[in-house]
């Protein structure tokens, strides 16, 4: 075995059980072996440096099973407004908002601070001094514009779209500025200030650093955040080293052509030393608070019976093109009847081939949980959306399905113990990328979610690791310690398969490892 280029010691190791060693060795971005610490003496070599853990407890590298680094730069520009509770509190914060190049933009705004009434630009108007805003709601796929930037963008009524997605209008067919989903949203998107391509490269090399000192060691990123994207994290690699490991998985939209799925297929030879191209990324429906969500019955609105893709046996379609051309799928799929869909899409695929996983499942019903196992389906979930709801059902998101649907909330446990891999993540920026919220929201889920569907503590901490790894297709290069695998490593001061939840959601990482290489120190 060559001399290590790094060594960690007195450590409790985890794979993710308790294995009773306490050293691993590190060289050329690979484990190359685990014992114990008197082993270790004898690995060590002149150019080795060795890191005393102080008894902490190591596990595989926590990889974030759902996330939008790159692309969510962009959502999270200008004021954030996740703290923004009721209206009045929101038109005293856009009073006085930082103007970009003229323009008032926020992110991360509740549906709940509308009260139930529609969101309208009128609710705003009065307070920006005639300035364009747009304003992102925390789910992402849904906004307010005001009437200057309506005007700017020459929207000045209802239009067609190929994808679900609406320029609500009222009655006389004016818009009220509430835009839903991503291509009606896409209109204002080009007259938006935009940053330099130096600024970019630096906020997002931070914020992998603050991912990284949170226990990431990697994200399964489900965009490709733009054209330019494989060449700016060609050029961060060509200074240094990414701080992540980044699976990226570009979009494919209702109306691709077999050329444009073509394509899909091609990108996937794109790759970096710690990121690649590695499967696509669907829609079949939208969210629950904007009346996009498909259900098998209507909301309580009345909404919720369409597609994404507005024929949904060519979504379908193009998963049998990729998945003939070995390319996995990752569906986003929030409400029961898309569940199914892309399920019954997989199930006609056949044994065999790279593996699919459905994205979110907020709702699911007791005849659909068992079918995940048996078609090999990852379920991704995101427990941190718990907290956008509450028990009592009085939030936008269980109002709109009601009592019963509300009640099959985040079924993450009820997945796990049907036999589901279960892949843990946080959405970011819909919610905060820190690993250990994921990890303390899995066990003690918020909101609508009841508390019997969290997961002990080794579930969550297995949904950031094997499982992850199983959703990547990734299980023989990581997810675990041993030797041969991936030096993606995390090392916590207190044991996160044990400890309360409440412990483990602020526990100080002691040592992140990403690609053998320290990507923060405790």
Same mark, same amino acid.
């Given at each position: 075995?060559?001399?290590?280029?790094?060594?960690?010691?007195?450590?409790?190791?985890?794979?993710?059980?308790?294995?009773?060693?306490?050293?691993?060795?590190?060289?050329?971005?690979?484990?190359?072996?685990?014992?114990?610490?008197?082993?270790?003496? @004898?690995?060590?070599?002149?150019?080795?440096?060795?890191?005393?853990?102080?008894?902490?407890?190591?596990?595989?590298?926590?990889?974030?099973?759902?996330?939008?680094?790159?692309?969510?730069?962009?959502?999270?520009?200008?004021?954030?407004?996740?703290?923004?509770?009721?209206? @009045?509190?929101?038109?005293?914060?856009?009073?006085?908002?930082?103007?970009?190049?003229?323009?008032?933009?926020?992110?991360?705004?509740?549906?709940?601070?509308?009260?139930?009434?529609?969101?309208?630009?009128?609710?705003?108007?009065?307070?920006?001094?005639?300035?364009?805003?747009?304003?992102?709601?925390?789910?992402?796929?849904?906004?307010?514009?005001?009437e200057a930037a309506l005007k700017a963008a020459g929207i000045s009524g209802p239009r067609t779209f190929a994808q679900r997605s609406e320029i609500v209008c009222d009655g006389a067919g004016r818009p009220t500025g509430h835009l839903i989903e991503h291509a009606a949203m896409d209109l204002l998107t080009p007259l938006l200030p935009s940053r330099p391509y130096a600024e970019r490269r630096d906020r997002l090399v931070d914020l992998l650093a603050a991912m990284a000192a949170t226990g990431l060691t990697g994200a399964h990123v489900m965009d490709l955040g733009g054209h330019d994207v494989p060449g700016l994290l060609a050029a961060v690699e060509a200074d240094g080293d990414l701080p992540l490991r980044l699976r990226l998985a570009p979009w494919c939209m209702p109306g691709a052509t077999a050329d444009e799925l073509d394509e899909l297929v091609r990108l996937q030879e794109r790759s970096g030393r710690l990121w690649r191209v590695g499967g696509v990324k669907f829609f079949m429906d939208g969210t629950v608070e904007g009346g996009t969500a498909w259900l098998e019955h209507a909301d309580c609105h009345g909404q919720g019976t369409d597609a994404f893709w507005p024929d949904p046996a060519a979504y379908s379609a193009a998963v049998h093109h990729l998945h003939e051309a070995g390319v996995g799928t990752a569906t986003h799929a929030i409400g029961d009847a898309a569940v199914r869909h892309v399920l019954d899409t997989v199930e006609a695929l056949g044994a065999g081939g790279p593996r699919h996983r459905i994205e979110h499942i907020e709702t699911v019903p007791d005849g659909q949980l068992g079918r995940f196992a048996a078609l090999g389906v990852v379920a991704s979930m995101q427990p941190p959306h718990t907290a956008y709801t509450r028990a009592d059902h009085t939030d936008e998101w269980s109002k709109r399905l009601g009592d019963v649907r509300a009640d099959r909330a985040w079924r993450c446990r009820d997945l796990?113990?049907?036999?589901?891999?279960?892949?843990?993540?946080?959405?970011?920026?819909?919610?905060?990328?820190?690993?250990?919220?994921?990890?303390?929201?899995?066990?003690?889920?918020?909101?609508?979610?009841?508390?019997?569907?969290?997961?002990?503590?080794?579930?969550?901490?297995?949904?950031?690791?094997?499982?992850?790894?199983?959703?990547?297709?990734?299980?023989?290069?990581?997810?675990?310690?041993?030797?041969?695998?991936?030096?993606?490593?995390?090392?916590?001061?207190?044991?996160?398969?044990?400890?309360?939840?409440?412990?483990?959601?602020?526990?100080?990482i002691r040592l992140t490892v990403a690609g053998g290489r320290v990507t923060h120190r405790g």
């Open positions: 075995m060559p001399a290590p280029d790094l060594v960690l010691v007195n450590a409790r190791v985890r794979t993710p059980e308790l294995t009773g060693h306490t050293a691993v060795a590190v060289h050329d971005g690979l484990i190359t072996a685990v014992g114990d610490d008197t082993e270790a003496r @004898d690995w060590r070599g002149a150019g080795t440096e060795t890191v005393d853990l102080g008894g902490a407890t190591l596990t595989p590298g926590l990889t974030d099973s759902h996330s939008h680094p790159v692309w969510g730069l962009e959502m999270a520009t200008g004021t954030n407004l996740s703290a923004v509770r009721d209206l @009045d509190e929101l038109r005293s914060v856009l009073a006085t908002a930082e103007r970009r190049d003229g323009w008032i933009v926020g992110f991360g705004l509740d549906h709940n601070v509308f009260g139930g009434r529609p969101i309208h630009r009128e609710q705003i108007e009065d307070v920006l001094g005639g300035a364009p805003a747009f304003l992102r709601l925390y789910d992402g796929h849904s906004a307010l514009a005001s796990r113990e049907a036999g589901a891999r279960l892949a843990l993540g946080s959405d970011w920026p819909i919610a905060h990328h820190d690993a250990r919220q994921v990890l303390a929201t899995a066990q003690a889920p918020r909101g609508a979610a009841s508390a019997r569907h969290g997961l002990t503590g080794l579930m969550a901490l297995e949904g950031m690791t094997t499982h992850a790894a199983i959703a990547a297709g990734e299980e023989h290069l990581g997810g675990r310690i041993a030797p041969g695998l991936r030096a993606d490593l995390t090392a916590f001061t207190l044991d996160p398969a044990t400890a309360p939840a409440d412990e483990s959601e602020g526990a100080p």
